[in-house]
Structures are given as C-alpha cells and as structure tokens.
C-alpha cells in the first residue's frame, strides 16, 4: 500500500514550501512509519488562490447535474478504495479495522446523499406584500476552510467537503498532524474520479502554524471546524475580524439516562461501546451515566461485566474493539484525570491501569462516587473513562444533566413515551437518542448546542451552512 505523503495541491502532490515533516506514529506499535509533508503558510495563499480560480473559472456556475455526477463518481471511488482507506485510518490513529471499514463506507455514503441532493436544493418563491415576484436564491460562498480532528479523520473531512462541494464551493481540508492519511487519499481519489484542480485541496500542516493562515485569509469566506471548544473559540475570535462564516462542532459531556422502567439490562449491555467506542476519543461519548436508583446495582454490575468482555487489542485484528489512544500526549492527559479521581478517593470497579503489551491503550475504565464539581465530571476527558450515578427523581436529575457548558449529544432509556419524550425536550443538546445511543445519520443534521458548538454538519442543514442566502424582487 503506497502511503500518502505530500500535500494534494492545485490536482497534484506538492512538496511543502518551508520543507517541514511530520513524523507519524502508529499508535499500536509506537512505530514511527511515514514522514508527512507539513503546509506553510506560503502553501496556505497558493493553495487559496488555486480554490479562487477554481471556483471562478466554472466550479460555480456547473450545472447541478454535472455536479451530482462528478461527486457520484468521488462516492464510487471511495467505495472501490474502502479496504485501503479502512488501513491508513488504522494506522494513523490506531482505529480498530472494523470500526475503519464502517467509517470508509459512511464517507462514501455521505458523498452519494450530497450528490443527490445538488439537484434537489434551491431557493423559495414568496409571496411578498408589494405585489410583484419574490424569490431567494442559495448561492455558493467560495473557498471553504475545512478543519478536522484527529478522532475520525475520514468521515467528518467528508461529511464537510461534500455539502460544500455540492453547494459549489471549494474546499481546503486541513486534517489533524496526527492523522493526514486518509484526507490525503481523498484529495486523490476525488480529482481521479474528475474534480477539476483546486476544487479539493488537501493541507497537512500543524494548527500552530497554518491554523492563523487560513482562518484570516481574506478569500477564504467560510471556516468549518471540528475539534476541541478551546481551538474553536480561537477559530470564532479570528473569524469575528471579517465577518467570516463559520460552523464549530465541539467538545461534549453527554448523558446517559437510565429510568427503571426501561429495558435496563439491554441498555447496560449496549452502553459500554456509547462511551468507550473510539477507546473514548469520541465527542458524543455518553460519559456521565445517571441510573435511577432502583436499578442502580444490578445496572451497574451488567454495565460492568458488559466493560470486561471488551476485546481491547491489535487494531489490525477484525474482532477487536477498541485499539489504543491515539498518542503516549493523549493517553497521558486521561491518566491525569484519573490521577485526580484516585486522589479524591473516587472508586474504580475496573480498568485505569495500561495493560503489558506495546502501543498507548489504556483498560475502559468505570468510575463511581464522581462528584459533580470535580474534573472527571465536568470536563471532557476524550479516553475510555466512564462516571456513573444514581437518581431518585428527574426534575433533579434533569438539572444535573444540564448543568455544563457542553450539550452535544446524549442517550435516554424508558419505556414510558410520554417521559421519553419529556426528557427528549429537557435534555440541553443538539442530538438525543431514545433507547439508542445512535448520534449521527448521514441524513440528519447533527451539532451541538451551547459550548458544542455553532451550527450542523450532515442532513441539508450542512449544506444550507455552505451557502449565502440572497433574496431577489421583481417589480411589477
Ligand atoms: P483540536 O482542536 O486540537 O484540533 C482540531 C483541528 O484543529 C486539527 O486539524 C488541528 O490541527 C487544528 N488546529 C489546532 N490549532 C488550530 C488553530 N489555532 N487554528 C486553526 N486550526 C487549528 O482537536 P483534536 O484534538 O484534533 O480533536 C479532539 C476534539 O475534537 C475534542 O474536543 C472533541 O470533542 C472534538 N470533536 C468534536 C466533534 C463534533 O462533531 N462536535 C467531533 C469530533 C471531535
């Protein structure tokens, strides 16, 4: 398999400018296995410049239907290069290879539903107090900033690059200096399948460095990103200088809500994998669990025996489930929170401790007795780190959910529809699961509310966020 390691420019692979590497790390074997070339800033306005005349020279005015065929052909090259995308993205972040197949197939999957919604989008007729004609149109922005994490490096680079490109605009993806891999190979894959040059750029580059770069660059007209609050709210600070777009997808902390009336047993075998899939390196980890108290024990011995059976091991294995933390930095920040967890005399009825083998793991971890004021409560750890309480009532409960900065996402268990419901509408956060922990669907809009974030990815809501809505009146 031939590894990425340049920048994708202007439809080829370029050198960076100041001839900076990144050195890649396999996370299950702490093997350093490619040297990445490293955008500058110079990369930044060249590869800006290309997106301009990209997008002025027929990206925008192309007919939606060449449009929807061009990135049905990015989908089905994705599709015929899922194995080996699924490998670089285990690789680079050490992501089990089952989870790394899925995940290749839903990027191909959200260019299919951008493709078709191209020639399903437009604006409305409205019938205004004056008389005449009024109608609104949705049109394209430019060049687009696309900054992603380092979590799931390949859906999310796609699932901002084709609303963007549908809506047609161009987009400048710059992927997390651990994980450049895979949005490397989709620069690639996507000007194979016919993508005129500049359309998709793809910048590997550290945030340090290049991040300022791209924010400010006066032609650049939308920044979409997802990562951490603080890195946003950076991103929002330097937007506020021209006005710029933005989109932020953001930490969490979200809940689990477990009532006595639901199927608890169900819920406590499938709620391991809502916090610990991804090894906990997900923003929707359902990572505060609260238990009514009449089911609490019996709950919590499943949830626990439920932890153990997790196959924790080689990425590269199919029956694995969750792979190491993506760096020794990363897996030393949660050990850091549990270092504060033990302190405070927290109890721990499993995992905390790195297992013998090589590579950064770290066993899933389920911490009880959490306070809500310490660390392990409020903030967002990002491991396989779980803290789970019990309630008596949910009024109570309710506001204890609430009570954080974040609102991302969230799960609630119940068979009793009128309080599903109730504590649907209660819950403080852009996505929620009723006796589920499914977040994301291709199809629907998904983000945050309060520090998680400003405005959605995914459903037509992204591609909504990709436009610039204009209103026309014809007079009589
Ligand atoms: P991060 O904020 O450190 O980095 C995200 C991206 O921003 C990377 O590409 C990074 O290089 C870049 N960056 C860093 N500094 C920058 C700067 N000054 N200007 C511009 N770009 C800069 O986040 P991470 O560690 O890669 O990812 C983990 C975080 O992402 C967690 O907080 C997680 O909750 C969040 N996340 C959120 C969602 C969501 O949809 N809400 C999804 C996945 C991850």
């Known amino acids: 398999m031939q590894l990425p390691e340049r920048l994708f420019v202007d439809g080829g692979w370029k050198d960076a400018a100041g001839g900076r590497r990144l050195s890649l790390v396999n996370p299950a074997t702490e093997e350093t296995f490619v040297d990445v070339a490293a955008a500058d800033v110079a990369d930044v306005g060249a590869a800006v410049e290309s997106a301009q005349r990209a997008w ?11 449009r929807e065929a061009l990135l049905h052909a990015v989908a089905r090259k994705l599709r015929e290069h899922q194995e080996e995308i699924a490998q670089l993205e285990r690789l680079h972040i050490g992501k089990p290879i089952a989870d790394a197949r899925d995940e290749a197939g839903l990027g191909a999957r959200v260019f299919e539903f951008y493709a078709g919604a191209v020639t399903k989008f437009g604006g409305q007729t409205l019938p205004v107090g004056r008389g005449g004609f009024d109608f609104t149109l949705r049109q394209s922005m430019g060049v687009v900033a696309a900054i992603v994490p380092w979590n799931f490096p390949f859906p999310i680079a796609c699932w901002k690059a084709a609303p963007a490109l549908a809506a047609g605009n161009c987009v400048i993806l710059k992927p997390a200096s651990l994980s450049p891999l895979t949005a490397l190979k989709l620069g690639q894959l996507a000007h194979e399948a016919g993508l005129p040059p500049g359309v998709l750029q793809v910048l590997p580059g550290s945030g340090s460095t290049i991040g300022d770069a791209l924010v400010t660059h006066p032609l650049v007209r939308k920044v979409s990103f997802t990562g951490s609050t603080e890195v946003g709210r950076r991103i929002m600070e330097l937007a506020s200088r021209d006005i710029k777009r933005i989109s932020l997808e953001l930490g969490g902390k979200s809940p689990n809500i477990v009532f006595a009336d639901a199927d608890w047993q169900r819920a406590a075998e499938s709620s391991p994998m809502s916090v610990f899939a991804n090894t906990g390196q997900d923003c929707c980890a359902r990572s505060r669990m609260f238990v009514e108290r009449s089911v609490f024990e019996g709950f919590v011995e499943r949830f626990v025996a439920a932890t153990r059976k997790l196959i924790v091991g080689d990425p590269a294995k199919d029956e694995t489930q969750l792979g190491p933390l993506v760096s020794a930095g990363q897996r030393e920040s949660v050990e850091g929170f549990l270092n504060d967890a033990k302190v405070r005399g927290t109890r721990f009825l499993c995992g905390g401790v790195r297992p013998a083998s090589k590579g950064f793991f770290l066993e899933p971890t389920v911490l009880l007795d959490v306070k809500p004021t310490e660390r392990c409560w409020r903030e967002e750890i990002f491991g396989p780190v779980v803290a789970i309480t019990p309630f008596d009532d949910e ?13 991302l996402s969230g799960s609630v268990w119940t068979s009793n529809l009128s309080r599903a419901l109730r504590v649907a509408r209660a819950v403080q956060s852009g996505v929620l699961s009723i006796n589920s922990h499914s977040s994301v669907h291709v199809e629907a809009p998904f983000g945050g509310f309060k520090q998680s974030g400003l405005g959605r990815d995914l459903g037509m809501a992204a591609m909504e966020g990709y436009t610039e809505l204009k209103n026309v009146y014809v007079g009589e």
């Not at 002025?56 to 060449?66: H, I, N, T, V, Y």
């Not at 009024?395 to 609102?407: C, I, K, S």
């Open 56 to 66: 002025e020279s027929g990206w925008r005015d192309l007919a939606p239907a060449k």
């Open 395 to 407: 009024a109570t409960m309710l506001r204890e959910v609430n009570d954080t900065p974040y609102g």
